[in-house]
């Protein structure tokens, strides 16, 4: 069951094969090799496409509200929280479409 592991390591030096732990950075390891790693399949192609835009992705507005109560329970981690606070949100990014709706239709007519 792969669920249940939390590193997983691949180089260059062992092609084709795939260590992994239960725990980050825990003594015991087990091996897995791929399964398309033959000499006539290539080298193993990873993900050229980054997974989130650049810039600051949007957070869910529950999750702000989570920080909001964290921080009565935290001391010394304000500038911290505050950065947070502030990261554009869906809601946010919600206000400035419907404005830019508005603006639109307002330039129809």
Request: glycine content about 4%; overall charge positive.
């Amino acid at each position: 069951m792969i669920s249940k592991y939390k590193e997983f390591d691949y180089s260059q030096q062992k092609r084709g094969k795939v260590t992994f732990r239960e725990f980050i950075s825990g003594l015991a390891t087990s091996t897995f090799s791929l399964e398309k790693m033959t000499p006539n399949y290539g080298a193993l192609a990873l993900p050229t496409t980054k997974a989130y835009p650049p810039g600051k992705v949007l957070i869910n507005d529950k999750k702000i509200e989570d920080v909001k109560k964290l921080m009565s329970y935290t001391v010394g981690y304000e500038s911290f929280h505050n950065k947070i606070l502030y990261w554009p949100t869906d809601r946010s990014a919600a206000a400035v479409a419907l404005v830019d709706s508005v603006e639109r239709l307002n330039n129809l007519t």
